[in-house]
């Protein structure tokens, strides 16, 4: 019995043994990954590892014949092997024993890639998070790992979800909009990844860790994603202003300026409903933002908004032609139902040459994210503090600076840093040059 680091050209040339029946060779990178050589020369990969719930009791396991085809007829690697190898291994720590439990397929039983799953929807429903967030994890799941679900976890190894995280890559469809400087498909396939990976750990902890430390989803190396980066410039802000006026409905125009001097996310401006806004505090409540329910924060807000949200109160059944069921920016589904409005831009088309129309994109072109950005610019510009923009926003800080989770600003605070921003915005919107600091400079002094 011997140890030594597995290659290739290392296990091919392992002789056969002359005085034994058979001889060991047990792998140093993986723990419990062995090779046997018969005297036939075959090289065997078994694993040798403990079995959980069975104190001391060790069991082991065939893997395959080296250079021999597997059932995907890749014919057997180290590598492989190596993938097999703590597959078996997160297989015996939940309990299980592949050589006793099996499937009619051969498959070794244990807890399901659907269990893992349904373990983390239990806990994202626990924790309140949003209606869109399970929804996004419940559709991704089911439609990108269908063929996976009922199969034991331990199956989706490191380097099969480093395979599905191409795959994806590769099927994905090109969308208008993206950022052409990420590969196609890249957020898409890092979310699903993200989606094995949570659901992994949430079946580890009601395993009590049976599943072991070794996180499959930690082998892809992910894309890095890179944002547009895209804010509209205070000389481009009048321009941009004058394209939103031309929008044909007055319900996207006013959605749109409204998310400009707030700086708040699409979502949140999509499904506002006028229940939640103080008129005599002038303060907007948002009770399930991104972060769900326990996320939930109130801002004060400055004229303009008001005056948006005052005017689609008085003109929404008008612009609608029914009623708006309390929505501050409503639309109608294809069902023909009212609801929050769809999309805050207008869709562009075009006629083929066949004569049927396509959508070319969206109109105006810059996002509300790029609005955001732009909000947070102004709000920079106009000397407002990093916190009080992370607050007005909905940002995450506390969780980045821990002096900030002492600090409360106190909501008349707030609403003096929002009307300075509105200044700030409609300034720009109209032109009005902004006065640029004088730098002043003093002596140059040396520090001993």
């Known amino acids: 019995m011997a140890t030594m680091k597995l290659t290739e050209t290392g296990v091919r040339g392992l002789p056969s043994p002359k005085d034994v029946p058979q001889a060991y060779y047990w792998d140093t990178v993986v723990k419990g990954l062995g090779v046997v050589v018969g005297k036939s020369g075959a090289k065997t990969f078994v694993v040798y590892a403990r079995l959980a719930g069975e104190r001391g009791k060790r069991v082991k396991h065939k893997i395959g014949i080296f250079g021999q085809p597997r059932d995907d007829k890749h014919a057997w690697s180290v590598e492989l092997a190596r993938e097999e190898a703590k597959k078996v291994i997160g297989t015996l720590a939940t309990g299980v024993n592949p050589n006793e439990t099996l499937t009619p397929e051969g498959r070794p039983v244990g807890p399901t890639l659907r269990e893992a799953v349904e373990t983390h929807l239990a806990k994202m429903r626990k924790k309140n998070r949003s209606e869109r967030s399970t929804g996004t994890f419940t559709h991704e799941t089911n439609k990108y790992l269908a063929d996976w679900l009922d199969r034991p976890i331990s199956e989706l190894t490191g380097a099969k979800l480093v395979e599905l995280h191409q795959q994806i890559k590769d099927r994905a469809a090109k969308r208008i909009g993206t950022n052409p400087a990420n590969d196609k ?5 890092n979310r699903v990844i993200a989606h094995v990976s949570a659901a992994w750990r949430s079946l580890n902890k009601k395993l009590e860790g049976k599943l072991g430390s070794w996180n499959p989803a930690s082998a892809v190396d992910k894309d890095t994603i890179k944002p547009k980066r895209e804010r509209i410039m205070d000389e481009d802000l009048p321009d941009y202003a004058a394209r939103v006026a031309t ?10 300026m409204f998310a400009l001097f707030t700086g708040l996310r699409n979502e949140d401006v999509r499904t506002m409903r006028f229940e939640n806004v103080e008129w005599d505090d002038q303060t907007l409540h948002l009770p399930n933002p991104k972060g769900g329910e326990g996320a939930a924060f109130t801002i004060p807000l400055s004229a303009t908004p008001m005056a948006i949200l005052q005017r689609r109160q008085r003109d929404n059944a008008k612009d609608l032609a029914r009623t708006d069921e309390g929505w501050c ?11 929050p409005i769809a999309d805050l831009r207008q869709s562009t ?15 105006p072109v810059e996002d509300v994210h790029s609005l955001r950005r ?11 503090s990093e916190l009080d923009q992370h607050v007005l926003s909905n940002h995450s800080f506390g969780s980045h600076n821990v002096n900030a989770t002492y600090i409360s600003q106190h909501i008349d605070h707030l609403a003096t840093c929002a009307e300075k921003i509105d200044a700030g915005i409609t300034r720009r919107i109209n032109g009005t040059p902004t006065k640029k600091r004088k730098t002043r400079r003093g002596p140059m002094r040396l520090v001993a």
């Open 349 to 363: 088309t075009s006629r083929r040459n066949d004569g049927k129309r396509r959508s070319d994109g969206r109109f």
């Open 247 to 256: 929008m044909r409905s007055p319900i996207k125009r006013d959605g749109l």
């Open 329 to 339: 920016f409503p639309g109608i589904d294809l069902e023909d139902k009212v609801g």
């Open 374 to 384: 732009t909000w947070e610019s102004i709000a920079n510009d106009e000397g407002i």
């Open 185 to 189: 498909g890249a957020p898409l396939a």
